[in-house]
């Protein structure tokens, strides 16, 4: 059985001489820059280690064979395609291929694609689509994150989403762009409430949990919802709970610096984010601040100062984590 994954958009890898070749122990990757070769066979095997404990709580050995990744770096949006087979309960034929900018593929494309070979290797058989994207858009940068949110709020109500006891069965993706744009939507929509709620290896229990007997009893025993109609309701009004009125009562202090690249691509693609859900945020450089950054203990850049009501809640080094912070406490 081929099972393809991730075809938003189609990808088309073009090799010539020039491609260079670099492998890893699971991974070899084809890529016509050396350099960034590297950095990608070693960003998939980070994250093919980090995604087995975070979400399997074990490591998971080396393939027989590594999985090749086509590497096409352009100035576009990321995407990516990974194939693979399963037969009898084994897997293999891997194949991945992925297209971006060089932070696209770092910051999203390869985490959503290796957690996809992961769940392969854990699960041995095709996993529903909207829990397998759903789970791999929730490893996303948190600007990619944002769009799905706000499809998903878009189509609710209208013809366009689709009904949750046809979603949570769907194996094969609908046949036309606009449809599967809103089953990653919807699918990360339900993933990211659930793992919120429980974490990673709560919602692979619920996957096996829900294969061995069915939906609705996977949603109580694992999250005590009755059935899958009240779950996504559940995480329909957490949702859209008004954001501007829960982000009033939080600032943020940025600490950043003129040297660092991390602090820079904060601003230009966390920091908006923030702001437009009503978020206080106070951008502080760390040098003209130097007292202030010693009282809050700043010891790297860029970090992270969250203060609820005027009270210290938090410091936080990745941006990534404010948005999963601020939802655990409302």
């Not at 957690?115 to 058989?125: G, I, W």
């Not at 791999?136 to 799905?148: G, L, M, R, V, W």
Request: charged fraction near 25%.
């Amino acid at each position: 059985m081929r099972y393809l994954l991730l075809l938003l958009p189609l990808l088309l890898f073009e090799g010539d001489a020039s491609t260079f070749e670099y492998r890893t122990p699971n991974f070899v990757v084809f890529c016509r820059d050396s350099y960034f070769a590297v950095e990608v066979g070693e960003a998939a095997e980070h994250y093919r280690a980090k995604h087995a404990k975070e979400w399997l709580g074990k490591a998971i050995p080396n393939w027989y064979s590594p999985c090749p990744i086509r590497v096409n770096v352009i100035n576009e949006a990321g995407a990516g395609a990974t194939t693979f087979s399963f037969e009898q309960g084994e897997v293999f034929g891997w194949d991945m291929q992925i297209q971006g900018t060089p932070q696209g593929l770092m910051d999203s494309v390869i985490p959503h694609e290796v957690l996809h070979t992961v769940f392969a290797s854990h699960f041995r058989r095709p996993l529903p689509r909207w829990a397998d994207e759903g789970a791999a858009t929730y490893e996303e940068d948190e600007s990619e994150k944002q769009h799905h949110r706000q499809l998903a709020h878009q189509v609710a109500g209208t013809e366009q989403q689709i009904p949750i006891r046809r979603l949570l069965v769907m194996k094969e993706y609908p046949d036309n762009m606009g449809g599967i744009a809103v089953l990653y939507a919807q699918g990360f929509y339900l993933a990211e409430f659930l793992i919120d709620r429980k974490g990673r290896q709560e919602f692979v229990k619920f996957l096996e949990t829900a294969h061995r007997t069915d939906w609705d009893r996977a949603f109580e025993k694992h999250y005590g919802f009755k059935n899958q109609e009240i779950a996504y309701t559940a995480a329909w009004r957490e949702h859209s709970q008004p954001e501007q009125q829960v982000a009033s009562r939080y600032e943020i202090k940025m600490f950043t610096g003129p040297n660092c690249r991390r602090c820079e691509e904060d601003r230009q693609k966390v920091l908006p984010l923030l702001k437009a859900k009503g978020l206080i945020v106070e951008i502080l450089d760390y040098d003209r601040n130097l007292d202030l950054a010693r009282k809050e203990n700043v010891i790297g850049l860029p970090t992270y100062i969250i203060y609820e009501n005027g009270k210290r809640i938090a410091k936080l080094r990745e941006s990534h984590s404010i948005s999963s912070l601020l939802k655990r406490r409302h």
